[in-house]
């Protein structure tokens, strides 16, 4: 104990002095030092659930990126057959109305040879008896002359007659 007087060391207030050491490192850790540890770790949890919920979210933005892709792919592959249908669509009513517009030239042009063909013939009857009518006219002016009334009667008969069998 000598040395410690030597050293100028009060043994009761060195006791006193570790007694108020223990009391504020008491006082310190259960009021000051506990709750800053406490705020510590839970602050420690925020940092790791901000980090877990910031991956979660990356992970979730990936996936979405990836479901986009898809739909987009999805969707420009279907887009693509709708063309390839429609294009087929068009291609086969094209060919359907060419078709249908044959058979009506055709139809009209049928018509058109019927009606020509009418006319036609109806044109040689009209000209042929407008003919016969002229030469039984050309006959019996011909035959004025020539022979009595009851003759001329008798041979305009007779070319009637042979005219009406041509017709």
């Known amino acids: 104990m000598e040395i410690l007087k030597d050293f ?3 043994p009761v207030l060195l006791v006193a002095q570790i007694v108020n050491f223990l009391v504020i490192l008491f006082v310190l850790k259960r009021f000051m030092y506990k ?13 790791r659930d901000g980090l877990k919920s910031g991956e979660l979210g990356e992970k979730k933005l990936t996936e979405a990126e990836e479901k986009e892709k ?4 999805k969707a420009r592959s279907e887009a693509d057959k709708m063309i390839a249908d429609v294009k087929i669509e068009a291609d ?11 058979r009506e030239v055709e139809k009209m042009l ?13 044109a040689e009857e009209r000209l042929t008896q407008k003919i016969g009518q002229i030469a039984i006219s050309l006959l019996e002016k011909s035959l004025t002359g020539i022979f009595g009334e009851k ?7 007779k070319a009637q007659a042979q005219l ?3 017709e």
């Open 35 to 47: 709750p800053v540890l406490d705020m510590l770790k839970k602050r420690e949890n925020q940092i």
């Open 8 to 10: 100028g060391v009060n």
């Open 164 to 166: 009406m069998k041509h």
């Open 70 to 73: 898809q739909i987009l792919q």
């Open 110 to 122: 049928e018509q058109a040879r019927l009606t020509i063909t009418q006319e036609t013939t109806d």
């Open 92 to 102: 086969e009513l094209k060919e359907e109305k060419l078709e249908q517009t044959r």
């Open 151 to 157: 003759e001329q009667k008798l041979i305009l008969k």
